[in-house]
């Protein structure tokens, strides 16, 4: 009695072993012929080629498939901070120079029309205008942009025509909401009279001015080189 119970005690600690070495061991297949053998063998009994190689090689095309997935993944990000940092370096720009959408002073009227989209030619030989609603993406906000160049053919001027009647904002919220907006892109306004707020950059002047309840005229120029009337 006592002699089967050894003999199945000693069947369990048999077959847990095996279990375990079943868990540890694993195939793989040999790099010179293709046959599956275990990782835990010593040699290929088929080719006589070496497993550690074959565990070598597995192992090595492991690190390069990694590598290939890594790679399209770090240059995705590389290109998104790229990106950032760009829109960032172009933004802090356009706010020390005060350029109306990257667009620089001085460049002749048929580059100036390249870049915009949607112009016509105004009633004045020198000026194209544009509209659009929802301004800067402000509900119900129009606005009517006028770009002027001087009679050497250099742009020098942004004048914007906005009114917001029919909004959901009051008039003198819109107003102030606007004029913060400037504030953050140029620094901190100045007010020549009740109405009017004046911002100014390394290269730019800006105008705002309150025309009427629902209408504000915002003039933008190259202080370097403004149209006759605001000289």
């Avoid at 901070?81 to 356009?94: F, P």
């Avoid at 544009?130 to 160049?149: R, V």
Wanted: a positive charge; glycine letters at 4%.
């Amino acid at each position: 009695m006592i002699l089967k119970i050894n003999i199945q005690i000693l069947r369990i600690k048999f077959q847990k072993k095996s279990k375990l070495k079943r868990r540890n061991m694993a195939l793989i297949k040999c790099i010179e012929c293709g046959n599956e053998i275990s990782n835990k063998a010593e040699v290929c009994p088929n080719c006589g080629c070496p497993v550690s190689d074959t565990v070598k090689e597995k192992n090595n095309k492991k690190k390069k498939m990694l590598i290939m997935i890594l790679i399209p993944i770090i240059s995705i990000i590389m290109i998104c901070c790229l990106v950032i940092g760009a829109s960032l370096i172009i933004k802090r720009y356009n706010t020390k120079t005060g350029y109306y959408n990257n667009l620089k002073w001085g460049i002749t009227s048929e580059r100036l029309e390249k870049k915009l989209k949607d112009v016509e030619k105004g009633s004045k030989d020198n000026c194209y205008i544009q509209t659009q609603s929802d301004y800067e993406g402000i509900t119900g906000l129009s606005a009517a942009i006028f770009y002027y160049w001087d009679d050497n053919n250099k742009f020098n001027q942004v004048s914007i025509l906005m009114t917001y009647k029919g909004t959901e904002l009051s008039n003198k919220v819109m107003l102030e909401k606007y004029v913060s907006q400037y504030d953050d892109r140029y620094g901190e306004h100045e007010c020549s009279n009740s109405y009017t707020y004046e911002w100014e950059t390394s290269k730019t002047k800006i105008e705002l001015i309150n025309v009427t309840g629902n209408v504000v005229s915002v003039k933008i120029y190259d202080k370097n080189n403004p149209k006759e009337e605001d000289k």
